[in-house]
């Protein structure tokens, strides 16, 4: 997949030249059902980096066609985008295709982890362990699987994020609403086990064998529902970290989420939830977040101030571990007015 040797390693924020990203997009905002929370991620992110000294711009392809960044002459693009049409591998197949240098996983990655279907068959197939799963196409075949999983079950979207369409269900009557709250967002709809315990998250720099997990993060909200509003909005939900949990607990759930997205391919950064059953403390892979979220409330920025970096340095060395999944040659990358081969 990944053939550019420069992703190998996270580049340290101090010995980075801002002056030397050149030009670059914060793509923020988008099509998608999480563009509010994209727009909050993008405009901090850009404040970020322009108080870093870097020469940034907001750019939302919902206002403005995606092939004005070669003719404008950007070099970067930060990737601020959540959910489809900016963390699904569309965005990132375009920029390749203009030889524009993007942060997060590549256009395959970026794809498998916005699935969450295919990325929970990888993880299966890769013997990591993640709660037990059924796709579904209908309010009868969700209660079916409700039949099969257990009470309580999660029914969402197969590729949104931000808990947006998503229901928590234990009586087959809620079936039928759950799975047309979900289709609302994405004709592939998820009915997944519930794990009940501690919910944790876990941030990760760079690629390969030189990625690094950061410190967990234990999440604890009120009547134990993370929605959307308790993500972004609500100051009851509480952040913890450290996350208090056994120290060989900890190292091995960050081993996990390594082992999560180095099988799913991913560089740059990415953020891993999981679940610990209360009962075996087995902790369950839920999904990764390959454009994590940059608010006020977001996770990886907690986890990198608790290992001494800055959002400012957060931003920066995300943004200078930018690349191509494949390089084309100089002489392919040109464009004309129209954004096409020249």
Request: net charge negative.
């Amino acid at each position: 997949m990944s053939q550019n040797a420069s992703q190998n390693a996270s580049p340290n924020a101090s010995q980075i030249d801002p002056r030397a990203l050149g030009k670059v997009a914060v793509l923020l905002g988008g099509f998608s059902a999480e563009r509010e929370v994209s727009l909050m991620s993008g405009q901090g992110v850009l404040a970020a980096l322009q108080r870093s000294g870097v020469d940034a711009h907001a750019f939302d392809p919902a206002e403005r066609e995606l092939w004005q960044l070669k003719a404008q002459g950007f070099e970067r693009a930060f990737i601020t985008l959540h959910g489809r049409f900016g963390e699904d591998g569309t965005v990132q197949g375009a920029l390749e295709l203009m030889g524009i240098a993007y942060t997060g996983p590549g256009v395959l990655s970026s794809s498998l982890s916005m699935d969450k279907i295919m990325s929970k068959r990888i993880w299966r197939a890769e013997g990591l362990p993640t709660p037990d799963w059924r796709q579904v196409r209908s309010g009868a075949e969700t209660e079916a699987a409700l039949a099969a999983l257990g009470a309580p079950m999660i029914v969402k979207p197969a590729r949104e994020g931000s808990t947006i369409g998503l229901s928590k269900i234990s009586h087959a009557s809620e079936c039928a609403a759950a799975y047309a709250l979900a289709a609302q967002c994405d004709p592939e709809v998820l009915c997944e086990q519930c794990i009940v315990g501690d919910e944790v998250t876990v941030a990760l720099l760079g690629q390969g064998e030189a990625a690094q997990a950061l410190p967990l993060i234990r999440i604890q909200v009120p009547g134990g529902n993370y929605d959307y509003e308790h993500k972004y909005f609500s100051d009851e939900t509480q952040y913890l970290i450290p996350s208090g949990l056994p120290a060989a607990e900890e190292a091995a759930i960050q081993r996990l989420a390594l082992q999560a997205y180095q099988s799913l391919d991913c560089r740059g950064w990415s953020r891993v939830d999981v679940m610990i059953d209360a009962a075996t403390r087995r902790p369950y892979l839920l999904e990764l977040n390959s454009s994590p979220g940059m608010t006020g409330h977001s996770l990886v920025p907690m986890a990198a101030r608790a290992v001494g970096l800055s959002y400012e340095a957060l931003c920066l060395q995300v943004l200078a571990s930018a690349g191509l999944d494949n390089p084309l040659p100089a002489a392919l990358t040109g464009t004309g007015t129209a954004g096409q081969p020249q």
